[in-house]
């Protein structure tokens, strides 16, 4: 391991997509520990650990971790811990302002027994992230996809581009809410579900807890982001058209 010099903040997000761009194709692992102090790790990454290590690296501080202040070797990323620091000592921006900042992130929040996912915008519209078992780390873009908050990360200094259109997905995602997403496409999702093995509950057309939990249960064990929403990515692995 090498000890990490901080980059000169002014340029610090710029430096945040230079250091990722390198680690595309690298495997995804859930639940992979990445020790944040070594400069030289090539995963697996999960999506909250490749971010976090993105920021020590190119900051020297540790951010989305489950202790901030503690080791960086050992500290947890996740997607909620990003979600914590965002609203209690990060700068929250829409995501249009992220999209056309080079080096911000962009998070789709945890729902219970779920993970988020947490991604580097290029700037571009475009992504960097550790995306899934079946896909590694790979660049990726924002549009048609949902999300819920942009972040700049206190004590990076970041420089906006030109506007960028993100697109807002061309279906609906079905997800747990409040009060339940309810119809026939939710029936028919855990119709699916039933026949692939993965017991949705009652097929009752709501989607409610039970539902959510075995979309998780379908999404891990066919290498997806395990986030719980049926989009099209899960929808197409289900056999179900949105």
């Known amino acids: 391991m090498s ?37 030289n790790w090539k995963g ?5 650990e490749f ?10 501080f540790l951010y989305g971790c489950d202790n901030d202040s503690g080791n960086p070797a050992r500290a947890d990323a996740f997607s909620g811990f990003w979600q914590r620091d965002a609203e209690s000592r990060g700068q929250i921006v829409s995501i249009d302002q992220a999209a056309r900042t080079p080096g911000a992130f962009v998070l789709r929040k945890p729902q219970p027994g779920a993970i988020g996912h947490i991604v580097v915008s290029d700037g571009n519209g475009g992504t960097v992230e550790a995306h899934s078992h079946k896909d590694g780390v790979i660049a990726s873009t924002l549009a048609g996809r949902r999300w819920d908050l942009g972040i700049f990360v206190p004590g990076i200094q970041y420089t906006s581009g030109p506007s960028v259109v993100v697109s807002p997905p061309p279906t609906i995602i079905f997800r747990l809410t409040t009060p339940p997403m309810t119809g026939a496409k939710v029936r028919e999702i855990q119709q699916q579900l039933a026949a692939a093995g993965f017991d949705p509950g009652r097929i ?3 989607f409610g807890p039970h539902t959510h939990a075995a979309v998780v249960a379908f999404q891990l064990s066919n290498g997806l982001a395990g986030d719980g929403e049926v989009g099209p990515q899960t929808a197409r692995a289900l056999g179900v058209q949105l």
């Open 204 to 206: 009752d057309g709501a």
């Open 3 to 39: 000890a990490v010099t901080p980059l000169p903040s002014q340029t610090a997000g710029e430096n945040i997509l230079q250091l990722a761009r390198p680690h595309v194709g690298e495997p995804y692992f859930l639940g992979a520990l990445a020790p944040k102090d070594n400069s």
């Open 51 to 60: 971010t976090s290590w993105l920021v020590f690296q190119a900051a020297g």
């Open 44 to 48: 697996p990454w999960d999506c909250a």
